[in-house]
């Protein structure tokens, strides 16, 4: 399996595929708007990938670095490739991408109570299985609380807040109602 990754852009050929999986895969309370994430992705530390495997499309990824910290902050894959170990070979090159970073993600918090449970157990198992570690920290956007998953080390509040703060600026970080919580 051979994965490549491109920079996402308006012009490219994936472009379409890339926000339509977007907006299938990530329920609406957790998507940020399509356009920020294009435009932002201009910006140094912020990478938009489309990923192809074996010459055909296969997903994205989209990455928001600060000093040694990579945070994932969405990945997908293409519905007719889910199970097929993609998604794990994506995380590979990933973490081969930033080696030397911490590399971080946070999923929804296994909520015994939520609708999709059981899809959550199995997210968590599916990072679990590719190195991704508990940190112990939840991080609480708007109403959806999230579990911290990393590699490379621990992430702290200030380090999580500075680099929202640099991808968002002063002014939109401050629409975010965001909070590290310790477990």
Known sequence: MKLNFTRLRPGNADFR???QLY????????????????LKAKK???????????GKWAGMLYIVSRRDLS?????AVS???????????????????????RLFLA????????????????RRRFYLRNGFEELHRKLREGSVIYEILG??????????????????GSILSRLFTMEFVDQ
């Open 79 to 101: 519905e007719e490739y889910r199970g097929k170990g993609i998604g794990s070979a994506i995380l590979k090159s990933a973490q081969q991408l930033y080696k030397g970073q």
């Open 107 to 122: 999923i929804e918090e296994l909520d015994k109570n939520a609708e999709n449970y059981s899809e959550r157990v199995g």
């Open 17 to 19: 595929k890339v926000k």
């Open 44 to 54: 140094k530390g912020v990478d938009f990938w489309s990923v192809s495997c074996d």
């Open 71 to 75: 945070y994932i902050f969405y990945l």
């Open 23 to 38: 907006m299938r895969a990530f329920p609406p309370d957790e998507r940020a708007p399509f356009l920020m994430l294009v």
């Open 151 to 168: 590699t490379g080390g621990d992430v702290k509040a200030h380090e999580y807040e500075a680099l929202m703060k640099g991808y968002a």
